[in-house]
């Protein structure tokens, strides 16, 4: 459309579709192949909101999910793959080791025993488990609007460091929060981690949310 000098103004999915018929609506031939796509992109989203709730569904009733769901920022897909990716927990001796298994540690550059350089992140590991937890992060960091204790250390380091440092970093204690209360059995409650049993109210209330997406 911007090749034959159609532009639209900011619209949103709802609108999206009526907008763009509208624009072309002049040319009979370009109404026609745009009505095409526009067909196609709306079984495109309906399978994928079909997709979605299946997600939901079974994290709804995967506890373990649920409590990681209640770190601000990490959703239904986040948490699945996190789980998923990592499927024994015992397998890391320290919680620190999951940053670096997911790639989200600094890569080392040495040349023997002089030059020691701490490069940019691996980037090792399951690419697709590392994006979940850098959207989360960044959600963390710029669409939660109550106060967290990581989140207040995220907008800390990005004073400093910039914002793209900051997300990688929040996403690296993400991992290492999430593991630990696969360990310890722990639930995350506003800004501190708290036993499962004095989370129970605020789980339930998340759960609640949750299980509303699948009406």
Not at 79 to 108: H, N, Q, W
Not at 174 to 196: E, F, K, P, R
Request: glycine share 8%.
């Amino acid at each position: 459309m911007r090749a034959l000098g159609i532009r639209l103004n900011r619209v949103g999915r709802g609108a999206f579709a009526q907008a763009v018929s509208d624009a072309v609506a002049g040319d009979a031939l370009i109404a026609e192949l745009i009505d095409a796509m526009l067909n196609a992109d709306a079984a495109l989203w309906k399978e994928y909101c079909r997709l979605h709730r299946l997600v939901v569904k079974l994290v709804a009733g995967h506890e373990l999910c649920r409590r990681f769901m209640q770190i601000p920022g990490v959703g239904p897909i986040a948490a699945l793959s996190f789980m998923t990716a990592i499927d024994d927990p015992s397998r890391f001796r320290r919680s620190r080791d999951v940053a670096a298994y997911f790639g989200l540690t600094s890569r080392r550059l040495q040349s023997g025993t002089s030059i020691d350089v701490q490069g940019p992140i691996s980037k090792a590991g399951d690419a697709d488990v590392r994006r979940a937890l850098y959207e989360a992060a960044s959600a963390l960091l710029t669409r939660f609007k109550r106060r967290d204790k990581v989140k207040t250390w995220g907008l800390a380091v990005a004073k400093r460091s910039g914002h793209r440092k900051a997300v990688v970093a929040v996403a690296r204690k993400l991992a290492v929060i999430m593991h630990a209360m696969w360990c310890d059995g722990t639930a995350y409650c506003g800004d501190q981690v708290v036993s499962a049993s004095d989370a129970a109210a605020h789980a339930k209330r998340k759960d609640r949310r949750l299980l509303g997406a699948l009406a």
